[in-house]
DNA sequence: TTCGCGTTCACTGTATACGGTGAATCCTGA
DNA sequence: TCAGGATTCACCGTATACAGTGAACGCGAA
């Protein structure tokens, strides 16, 4: 058995391990999860991992069948979208409870960010705007502190990652414009509009996805 | 060892016998809970009822300290509102993805749920009308299937159910009409409308719960 | 009495052993 | 050759054993 040189458990070790391994590709969709050989390859027992793998299937990384056995989820077009649709929301409400007392130098950061990859806009860079993109929004839910809200979009923005892994899904000149939208009705104290900005700007994309999934495009594999 | 008489798995009984503790105030808030007397109180090992805890913790029923410990949750009118909070947007967005295509006969079920409590309404039978209430809200969130947003719902009603098992948030002669309005808009197949209704209606009984925090009420213990 | 320190103890995380069950495989008879 | 049934096997849920770690408690010195 392993020493706890860190303070983490084994099994935070494990769900880490194993989510890095889904977003890697080194554990792809439909792929069957077995308790032993993962235990073994991970280095430790089946205990901790167990205990991730039930952690992932309620964030839905993971898919369960009725005996047990876990297969790593599908992320097509449709499950994405289904995903960003209960982001949008509950974005949208980070921004209404944030809007009445976020401070000054969140605001500036945030501006800042937005400056920075602003050549990466003009030179339509996408990789250094995606980057700033996530960035983006994992800042604002980590703004929300003490309210079970953080926690809730922890595992969706870990979806969102994944499936700007695969390129962008709106060009840089769209949704930079909405990110400094909803950083003014921020700044502005208001919680209507900065709700509804953040509502707006995600399910824009929404209806990309939405096309892709009517248009019968499977995943990229 | 048990035997299976059910399909049900060791974990899933924990799990709901926890909760069923928790909600009939068998476990009180602030009490910790010793994994080892759990397990003999429930006739199992400590193995399942860890992977109950885990789940209730990620719940939030259950709260951990950094080494493990788990204690019931405190759920004064902040926490609630808190939760209610999510509820209303995911809700709002139950609705709004309703709208297009719920089928008639739920429709009709709604309506003839919210008639036969009518009486109830008028004369002011809180109990009654509460479980009518909860009902409402659990079906309307049961008719999203093949959609996260429905098991993501399913452990904040619980604490609906909580909140409400102390009584009533509002009169019964407000909440039925909003009751009424989500139905009509929900028949009138308006998925903005029909959000906009379940938001509201639930954001009024959060103003009540906040007003509550603000007077400094404690829970009732 | 009170403070400091060592010992004990309770409780947790983790490993491992065990029994059961569905699926795959192989054998047998037509 | 092919279908059907028995047997094996792989894998999961659960129980239990073990080791480590704070916290509580008691004891001795100031």
Redesign the interface.
């Known amino acids: 058995m392993r020493l706890p040189l860190t303070?983490e458990?084994l099994e935070d070790h494990c769900y880490r391990e194993l989510r890095q391994m889904i977003l890697g590709g080194h554990l792809v969709s439909g792929e069957k999860l077995v308790q032993e050989d993962l235990a073994v390859r991970l280095g430790v027992s089946r205990?901790p991992l167990?205990?991730a793998i039930?952690?992932l299937e309620?964030e839905?990384f993971i898919k369960l069948t009725?005996r047990?056995e876990a297969f790593v989820a599908e992320f097509g077009p449709r499950q994405i979208a289904?995903?960003f649709?209960?982001r949008?929301?509950?974005e949208?409400?980070t921004c209404r409870?944030l809007a009445p007392t976020i401070e000054r130098k969140h605001i500036l950061y945030l501006r800042s960010l937005m400056a920075s990859v602003k050549p990466a806009v003009e030179g339509d860079d996408r990789d250094v705007y995606r980057d700033a993109d996530v960035e983006f929004h994992t800042y604002l839910t980590n703004l929300v502190t003490d309210?079970?809200?953080g926690r809730?979009l922890e595992s969706l923005h870990l979806i969102m990652a994944m499936s700007l892994a695969q390129g962008l899904l709106r060009a840089p000149e769209e949704t930079f414009g909405e990110h400094i939208q909803i950083i003014d009705a921020l700044e502005a104290g208001d919680p209507d509009v900065a709700e509804r900005a953040m509502i707006d700007h995600i399910r824009r994309t929404i209806a990309i996805l939405r096309q892709r999934t009517d248009a019968g495009e499977p995943p990229p594999a």
């Open positions: 303070s458990t205990t167990r205990s039930a952690r309620r839905n009725t047990g289904d995903v649709e209960m949008a929301v509950l949208g409400l409870l309210h079970p809200l809730m």
